[in-house]
């Protein structure tokens, strides 16, 4: 480390790599793994799922399923409208993601503190807010990783429930975006 008060933004970024390796999520990346869940179910491609969700280019979707783009409220009303599965249904999904995630020792990020983690937010740490995109991808448990935390069989168990919820309530028009 240099000889100066602030760590520079590698020695930072150094840091949080050689932290212990626990499940770490925001609600943006659960709510990004419930999208992932609903279009795994519905067997449609990122594609015409961001279509169907407002128009949300194939890269825009991806970046809101893996957590690095901070979903909307108007995520989950699309969601529920085009899947016919109420709103409370995906509400009580996060809520049920986020109390398994802390109770089975994962780190639940809110907010931006997942941007600055554990150090102080104020203005000695510009390149930790200007990169908050590149600390979200960073902090956050990638995708891939969420059902060997969650467990493959409750993993199905969930698929199985938005499975159920779908065919009560409707299904998304599979139409390719033009």
Do not use: W
Request: proline residues 3%; glycine residues 6%; negative net charge.
């Amino acid at each position: 480390m240099k000889n100066s008060d602030h760590l520079s933004f590698d020695e930072t970024m150094k840091i949080l790599e050689d932290q212990q390796r626990t499940f770490r999520c925001s609600v943006d990346s659960l709510f990004g793994y419930i999208l992932y869940l609903f279009r795994t179910e519905l067997d449609v491609s990122q594609e015409i799922m961001g279509f169907q969700l407002g128009g949300i280019s194939k890269s825009g979707y991806s970046k809101l399923e893996n957590g690095i783009s901070s979903l909307h409220i108007s995520h989950v009303y699309m969601l529920s409208h085009i899947t016919n599965v109420p709103r409370k249904f995906i509400y009580d999904l996060l809520d049920y993601l986020t109390e398994y995630c802390l109770s089975n020792g994962g780190r639940l990020y809110v907010g931006d503190d997942i941007a600055v983690n554990a150090f102080n937010e104020n203005d000695d740490y510009p390149e930790l807010k200007k990169n908050h995109e590149m600390m979200r991808e960073k902090m956050t448990t990638p995708l891939k990783e969420y059902s060997a935390f969650f467990g493959l069989d409750h993993v199905a168990k969930l698929s199985s429930a938005i499975n159920i919820a779908i065919k009560k309530g409707g299904k998304l028009p599979t139409r390719s975006p033009k």
